[in-house]
């Protein structure tokens, strides 16, 4: 008898524990843990955020919360979600794996399939409209998203957050919507860089509407920063229908620089204001906090930024496209996001003592 070698690849665990469709969910829930952080770590030093960040509706007459009241509201919010979204997540990824390993119940069982697709969506519906019970200001900003309003600073404050926060989810979201799409058809050709585009145009369109309403020729400079996750997207579009892999590894890598150091640029020195590191100062202005934190955020965001190139250097060899576990970038830049968060509302406190 012929011996036949055997190859087993092993799986990552992160893969079983939280499979892509399924990630989208944990990930705005860890989100949601990490705005709590962030109110507890800001409240160190002395920085109310309830100042610098509109909670309540524009035509919410009501006293808008102190600090300490978000921190209270924000902890009881995170975990009375997380009783609901934890175990709901427990038995959509045991119903995950068996339709991953069981192809006849998977293709023949019809309510096995719909309930499979279904509980992610019913996941996603569950934190959606809670939050929006819980947090009007959410449902106004995402009713007028795309019409950002400039005026008062602390709102504008409010879209910008939750705008560059979806740019931070978009990966996530396109293996959420192809896989529940899946409940009413086939998956949709390149629907995953429609669905990826979407937050990137919305903050270009808003950064168009504050130089059109203000004037601001940063805006300009700003809509170019998210115009360059375009180019990456059409490359991946472009190699997928010609099927060139050339174009994929040559200019994607051009493009993925750019956008990275364009991006870490204005991190820092746009939305940070930290203008004076080469002169030996983080700013020219006060900083809130001791100047090892501030080294510390530039560090790991310019890490997480370049994420792709150490997976190219170390990770590329594996056959898979990380370094220490499925998905990771997707957490890491969740994480990024909520380090962005802390020093972009520092920057806001800053100028609001500091007006010019």
């Not at 509706?57 to 009241?69: G, K, R, V």
């Not at 150091?261 to 030996?280: A, P």
């Amino acid at each position: 008898m012929e011996n036949k070698e055997i190859t087993i690849q092993s799986v990552p665990f992160s893969t079983v524990l939280i499979p892509p469709p399924l990630r989208l969910n944990i990930l705005l829930l860890s989100a949601i843990w990490l705005w709590f952080s962030i109110l507890n770590f800001l409240s160190r030093y002395q920085v109310d955020v309830s100042s610098i960040v509109r909670i309540r509706d524009p035509h919410d007459m009501h006293i808008a919360p102190t600090h300490y009241q978000l921190q209270t509201n924000a902890r009881n919010f995170a975990t009375s979600l997380t009783k609901i979204i934890l175990p709901l997540h427990l038995i959509s990824s045991i119903l995950y794996y068996i339709f991953s390993q069981q192809t006849e119940v998977s293709n023949n069982n019809v309510p096995f399939n719909l309930l499979i697709h279904s509980l992610p969506l019913v996941g996603l519906i569950i934190i959606s409209t809670t939050i929006i019970r819980h947090v009007p200001i959410i449902k106004y900003c995402v009713k007028r998203l795309i019409l950002i309003e400039s005026k008062p600073r602390n709102l504008r404050t409010t879209y910008i957050l939750l705008s560059d926060s979806l740019t931070s989810i978009a990966k996530p979201l396109i293996d959420f919507t192809l896989f529940t799409s899946l409940l009413i058809s086939e998956p949709i050709t390149h629907f995953d860089l429609f669905i990826a585009s979407l937050p990137v145009l919305i903050r270009i369109f808003q950064c168009l509407r504050e130089y059109y309403i203000a004037g601001n020729k940063s805006m300009l400079a700003n809509a170019m920063k998210y115009c360059c996750n375009l180019p990456i997207l059409i490359c991946t579009w472009y190699s997928r229908v010609h099927d060139s892999k050339m174009i994929k590894k040559n200019y994607e890598l051009t493009f993925l620089l750019i956008n990275s150091s364009y991006s870490f640029f204005w991190d820092v020195r746009m939305d940070w204001l930290l203008d004076n590191i080469i002169n030996g100062k983080l700013r020219r202005s006060k900083i809130v906090m001791p100047e090892f934190v501030y080294q510390v955020a530039i560090f790991i965001d310019f890490i997480i930024r370049y994420w792709w190139v150490w997976i190219r250097l170390y990770g590329g060899n594996s056959g898979y496209i990380f370094i220490f576990f499925d998905g990771e970038l997707q957490y890491l830049e969740v994480l990024r996001r909520a380090i962005w968060v802390v020093f972009k509302l520092e920057s806001e406190y800053v100028i609001n003592l500091f007006p010019k």
